[in-house]
């Protein structure tokens, strides 16, 4: 029995390690998730005070990341629902 109890602490204690592991892992991405949101933040602050409009400079980083058909949609859309409000 003496055996049995030895495997399994064994493998409590490489499941701890492990786990400990992804915690680890996961606080430093939220670490370095922090330092780059600030980063964001300075940046739009910085282009705020040249006299930049963050809203609209927000807005074209959304566009930027969308697949260009996808934009074209959406504007198509945008464009027809304008319309119908006589826009």
Do not use: C, H, P, W
Request: proline share 0%.
């Amino acid at each position: 029995m003496a055996d049995g109890s030895a495997n399994v602490e064994g493998a409590t204690t490489v499941a701890g390690d492990r786990l400990r592991s992804f915690i680890e892992r996961v606080e430093r991405l939220e670490e370095e998730k922090a330092a780059i949101l600030n980063d964001t933040k300075e940046i739009y602050a910085e282009a705020k005070g040249e006299g930049y409009d963050v809203k609209i400079l927000r807005q074209v980083v959304r566009i930027r990341k969308m697949d260009r058909a996808e934009r074209q949609e959406q504007e198509a859309i945008l464009d027809l629902y304008l319309s119908a409000l006589g826009e």
